[in-house]
Structure formats: structure tokens, C-alpha cells
């Protein structure tokens, strides 16, 4: 599962649909590598790493922002796929390039599969007039899951815009026109590469969002309007919608009178009249949870903003199935579902208890990464540069584990964990793809020595030296 929240604070320019070829013939020529299972469910979307059938496909390594993208060039930073063996670990002779691109963002919208596509965002590099490079354009493209062909859908003018695909779209948020964009591709040739976005079109699923959330696992997408008539636009309330992504349905979950009492004129009970800022989602089998915060104006000028709190609530009937949290506003949070809340810091908000339940982790830098909630365990960092890998129960006693004592790169990356395999971009290995089993993984061998995690992928230079 990955989750996607994307607040109102990157400038971004207006997205241009690619209206002219940049060249004459196709610059996208790759030797396929045949193969794929476009039949299987891809899992892990919008993450670095996604399972597709018995394939991995992962991002390569990470190289940053640095390096020539001609397309062909890359390895680092680039898509790789491998086979998986019957216990579900990467054949690494298997392993091929299959997007020979640098594959990053700084939103960390990472790429996705469907069916017999790969969707990623790429740097463009390309060159003015004047033989500048450019820094700031990004192309949206996608590539065949066997390599042979690819298609640059788009290109918009920032390398830090949130992104989310969809089978047939590309959703994005510009938070300087508050609108949810989207570029739909379904027009696009079915097989040939393609460079110029022939077929795609532009325009705005949204307009007068403030926040949004959207999860691979859900249909729809989950947005804060703000008053968008000169009539209302005294009052103090905004609304939380959900839109369906071809923009056919956009549902009011919340509004100016959805919490105030019965029968009663919003304006005389202000109190219970709020600005929602969402921050969260959680799929659950039935329906959505929402995580959002609240506040409400207060005093005879109704001149002062009051926290209402942090709330989750299920999206088919927010009202009637809202749960406090926290009295306070949270900004971040690990969300765990309607039943059991979040965690957020070293303490659980299940919004069953009065005060919140301590999570013995430790440290002013703690990140959990991932929670096992069938088994009631925490896989966390106690420190920013991520040296070790710990795990604690929380719904029980017991003292923090080291899983692996490796560095690992979190700074702009998290931690993917996919069925009984942890992959990360290890540190000390100059930020190679690397892998383990964390429910099995042992620390030392039966003499005592240290046992390292695995890598996976090509290109790296001690390679050879490995086989």
C-alpha cells in the first residue's frame, strides 16, 4: 500500500502536452527483454519496487539528480526487472534493464504498473536554443514491461510536483492554482514508441483544492475545497470531496452543516462549523479512512482560529463515524486504520482511549517504516541516518530487536517492504538496490560474523567480483 498526501506548498507551472517531435526518428530503441505477466495484479504501486506475478521490476540503484538520461544510457537509478524463485527471492542472473532512464522525483511519486505498461517520471535534460540543459522540466512516460517500446506522454516545467497514475491518466497537483490536473492518455498508441504525446490530453479534474490524498488501492481521490463563490466567502468552512478519477462523480463528504446540531442555522452554531485539512488515507475492505484535522472560529468577532483536533472517519459517512484522535492538530501520522487509529511519534491515537497509548520506540529522530499489524509489530529507525533496522511489539511486552544493522538511505526514499522482503537502497554500498527476508533474516552466522544483505541488479562495479 502506498500513500500519497500532497499539501499546498510547491510552486508548479502549468503542464504542456509535447506538441511537436523533438526528433525525426525513434529515440527510444531498446532490445526487448520479452517476458512480463500482464495478466497479474501489480503490488507496491507508487513505490520504487512493484511485484507483478512472478516478476520484480525496481529501480536500480539511486545515482540523484546527476547523470546523462539519454534514453539507453542510464543503469543506476534505472528500472530493472528480475525473476523471483518459488520463496519469492530475485534470480539476480535473471536481472535486465528494462527502463534504461533516471527514474526519480522529488515528490517521491515513484512509477507504477498496469497491465503491460510501466509509468514513471523521468528528468529532461534537453537543450535550448542556446544549448542549455534544462533543470526544472520533467517528462511523464512509460515503457513496455518486456522493454519494447516506450512513450513520452508529457512534460511539465517542475521536478517536484506530486503525481499519482492511473490506468488511463496521470493526475498531478498544482498547488499554486489549486486545481488536481490530469493528463489522459487512453488516445495513445497501444504499442509503438511514441516521443511527442500524440493522442494524450490535458486538463483539471479539480478546481480550489487546498489538500489531497489518494491511495493505489482506492478508486478515487480524496480533496479539500476551499469557498470558490464572492457569497460564502466570509464563512469559515471549507468541504472534504471524494472524485472519482475520470472526474464523472465528485461526491460533498463534509461541509458547512455536517456537524452542527439538528435543525440548527450553521451561523448560530459556529463551533461546530470547520476547516478540514486532510492528512491521511487508509483502504480498508469495505470502505476509506480519512485522517484530517480540524478548527473552528470562536469569540464575539469570530476574529480566532481554535484546534478541533485530529479525526479519522470512514468516508462513506464522516459524521455519524468520526473518532478524535488528538486533541491537537497532527501534521504527520502512520495511519493504521478506523479500528486501531495511528501512531504518530512514540505514542497511539486509536480513538477508543481517552489518552494515548505509549509505543516504546526511542530516539528524537524515530521513523516507522513499516507495521505488521496482524502481529503487532513495529519495524522502525531510531535515527535519521537510518544505521539499523528495529522492531517492537506494540501490542504487547517485549523489548526492541535489531532486524539488520545496515545503513540505509531514508532521507528522500522510504524503506519498500513487499510480503516477507524488505529492499533498500543501502548506503554503504554506494546506494545499490539491496534485499532481505526480515522475517528470517539472521544477523550472524554460526561462527559469529556479520551476514550482509543481498544485492540485486546490474551495472555495479564489484559485480563480477560478487560472482
Same mark, same amino acid.
Given at each position: 500500500?502506498?500513500?500519497?498526501?500532497?499539501?499546498?506548498?510547491?510552486?508548479?507551472?502549468?503542464?504542456?502536452?509535447?506538441?511537436?517531435?523533438?526528433?525525426?526518428?525513434?529515440?527510444?530503441?531498446?532490445?526487448?527483454?520479452?517476458?512480463?505477466?500482464?495478466? !497479474?495484479?501489480?503490488?507496491?504501486?507508487?513505490?520504487?519496487?512493484?511485484?507483478? #506475478?512472478?516478476?520484480?521490476?525496481?529501480?536500480?540503484?539511486? !545515482?540523484?539528480?546527476?547523470?546523462?538520461?539519454?534514453?539507453?544510457?542510464?543503469?543506476?537509478? =534505472?528500472?530493472?526487472?528480475?525473476?523471483?524463485?518459488?520463496?519469492?527471492?530475485?534470480?539476480?542472473?535473471?536481472?535486465?534493464?528494462?527502463?534504461?532512464?533516471?527514474?526519480?522525483?522529488?515528490?517521491?511519486?515513484?512509477?507504477?504498473?498496469?497491465?503491460?505498461?510501466?509509468?514513471?517520471?523521468?528528468?529532461?535534460?534537453? +537543450?535550448?536554443?542556446?544549448?542549455? =540543459?534544462?533543470?526544472?522540466?520533467?517528462?511523464?512516460?512509460?515503457?513496455?514491461?518486456?522493454?519494447?517500446?516506450?512513450?513520452?506522454?508529457?512534460?511539465?516545467?517542475?521536478?517536484?510536483?506530486?503525481?499519482?497514475?492511473?490506468?488511463?491518466?496521470?493526475?498531478?497537483?498544482?498547488?499554486?492554482?489549486?486545481?488536481?490536473?490530469?493528463?489522459?492518455?487512453? #488516445?495513445?498508441?497501444?504499442?509503438?514508441?511514441?516521443?511527442?504525446?500524440?493522442?494524450?490530453? =490535458?486538463?483539471?479534474?479539480?478546481?480550489?483544492?487546498?489538500?489531497?490524498?489518494?491511495?493505489?488501492?482506492?478508486? +478515487?481521490?480524496?480533496?479539500?475545497?476551499?469557498?470558490?463563490?464572492?457569497?460564502?466567502?466570509?464563512?469559515?468552512?471549507?468541504?472534504?470531496?471524494?472524485?472519482?478519477?475520470?472526474?464523472?462523480?465528485?461526491?460533498?463528504?463534509?461541509?458547512?452543516?455536517?456537524?452542527?446540531?439538528?435543525?440548527?442555522?450553521?451561523?448560530?452554531?459556529?463551533?461546530?462549523?470547520?476547516?478540514?485539512?486532510?492528512?491521511?488515507?487508509?483502504?480498508?475492505?469495505?470502505?476509506?479512512?480519512?485522517?484530517?484535522?480540524?478548527?473552528?472560529?470562536?469569540?464575539?468577532?469570530?476574529?480566532?482560529?481554535?484546534?478541533?483536533?485530529?479525526?479519522?472517519?470512514?468516508?462513506?459517512?464522516? +459524521?455519524?463515524?468520526?473518532?478524535?484522535?488528538?486533541?491537537?492538530?497532527?501534521?504527520?501520522?502512520?495511519?493504521?486504520?478506523?479500528?486501531?487509529?495511528?501512531?504518530?511519534?512514540?505514542?497511539?491515537?486509536?480513538?477508543?482511549?481517552?489518552?494515548?497509548?505509549?509505543?516504546?520506540?526511542?530516539?528524537?529522530?524515530?521513523?516507522?517504516?513499516?507495521?505488521?499489524?496482524?502481529?503487532?509489530?513495529?519495524?522502525?529507525? !531510531?535515527?535519521?541516518?537510518?544505521?539499523?533496522?528495529?522492531?517492537?511489539?506494540?501490542?504487547?511486552?517485549?523489548?526492541?530487536?535489531?532486524?539488520?544493522?545496515?545503513?540505509?538511505?531514508?532521507?528522500?526514499?522510504?524503506?519498500?517492504?513487499? #510480503?516477507?522482503?524488505?529492499?533498500?537502497?543501502?548506503?554503504?554500498?554506494?546506494?545499490?538496490?539491496?534485499?532481505?527476508?526480515?522475517?528470517?533474516?539472521?544477523?550472524?552466522?554460526?561462527?559469529?560474523?556479520?551476514?550482509?544483505?543481498?544485492?540485486?541488479?546490474?551495472?555495479?562495479?564489484?559485480?563480477?567480483?560478487?560472482?
Amino acid at each position: 500500500m502506498k500513500k500519497k498526501l500532497i499539501v499546498a506548498a510547491a510552486t508548479i507551472l502549468l503542464i504542456a502536452i509535447c506538441a511537436v517531435c523533438f526528433v525525426a526518428c525513434n529515440p527510444y530503441k531498446w532490445k526487448g527483454i520479452g517476458g512480463g505477466d500482464p495478466d !497479474a495484479t501489480a503490488e507496491s504501486n507508487g513505490g520504487y519496487v512493484v511485484k507483478q #506475478g512472478n516478476y520484480l521490476y525496481f529501480i536500480n540503484g539511486y !545515482a540523484g539528480y546527476d547523470g546523462d538520461n539519454t534514453f539507453g544510457t542510464p543503469q543506476k537509478n =534505472a528500472i530493472v526487472r528480475a525473476e523471483l524463485d518459488a520463496d519469492g527471492a530475485v534470480k539476480n542472473d535473471t536481472a535486465k534493464v528494462v527502463v534504461p532512464k533516471l527514474v526519480h522525483n522529488s515528490a517521491d511519486g515513484g512509477f507504477a504498473i498496469f497491465k503491460d505498461w510501466i509509468y514513471y517520471a523521468t528528468y529532461n535534460s534537453d +537543450k535550448d536554443k542556446n544549448g542549455t =540543459a534544462s533543470t526544472t522540466k520533467m517528462d511523464f512516460m512509460r515503457t513496455k514491461i518486456d522493454g519494447s517500446a516506450t512513450q513520452r506522454i508529457a512534460q511539465i516545467n517542475s521536478r517536484t510536483m506530486p503525481y499519482f497514475f492511473t490506468e488511463n491518466r496521470i493526475l498531478y497537483f498544482d498547488s499554486d492554482q489549486s486545481v488536481i490536473n490530469y493528463i489522459d492518455f487512453s #488516445g495513445m498508441p497501444k504499442s509503438k514508441s511514441v516521443d511527442n504525446g500524440k493522442g494524450a490530453v =490535458a486538463g483539471v479534474l479539480a478546481e480550489h483544492v487546498s489538500t489531497v490524498v489518494w491511495d493505489y488501492a482506492v478508486d +478515487k481521490a480524496f480533496y479539500v475545497k476551499t469557498l470558490d463563490g464572492t457569497t460564502d466567502s466570509y464563512k469559515n468552512y471549507n468541504e472534504i470531496h471524494s472524485i472519482t478519477f475520470d472526474g464523472k462523480t465528485d461526491k460533498v463528504l463534509a461541509t458547512e452543516n455536517t456537524f452542527v446540531a439538528n435543525d440548527t442555522d450553521p451561523n448560530a452554531d459556529s463551533l461546530h462549523v470547520y476547516k478540514y485539512s486532510l492528512v491521511d488515507i487508509y483502504p480498508e475492505q469495505d470502505d476509506v479512512t480519512l485522517y484530517y484535522s480540524k478548527t473552528y472560529m470562536y469569540g464575539s468577532s469570530s476574529s480566532s482560529t481554535q484546534d478541533a483536533g485530529t479525526f479519522c472517519a470512514k468516508a462513506s459517512d464522516i +459524521k455519524n463515524t468520526e473518532k478524535m484522535l488528538k486533541t491537537t492538530a497532527l501534521t504527520s501520522l502512520y495511519p493504521l486504520g478506523y479500528e486501531e487509529g495511528a501512531f504518530s511519534g512514540s505514542s497511539w491515537y486509536d480513538g477508543n482511549s481517552e489518552t494515548p497509548i505509549p509505543v516504546e520506540v526511542t530516539g528524537s529522530s524515530t521513523t516507522i517504516h513499516y507495521v505488521d499489524q496482524k502481529n503487532g509489530i513495529i519495524y522502525y529507525s !531510531a535515527s535519521s541516518s537510518a544505521s539499523e533496522l528495529d522492531k517492537i511489539s506494540y501490542k504487547g511486552e517485549g523489548n526492541a530487536d535489531i532486524v539488520i544493522a545496515e545503513s540505509m538511505k531514508i532521507d528522500e526514499l522510504k524503506l519498500e517492504f513487499i #510480503g516477507d522482503r524488505l529492499y533498500f537502497f543501502a548506503t554503504s554500498d554506494d546506494n545499490w538496490m539491496h534485499t532481505i527476508n526480515f522475517l528470517t533474516f539472521e544477523k550472524t552466522d554460526a561462527d559469529g560474523e556479520k551476514i550482509e544483505s543481498a544485492y540485486i541488479g546490474v551495472g555495479r562495479p564489484e559485480e563480477e567480483e560478487d560472482k
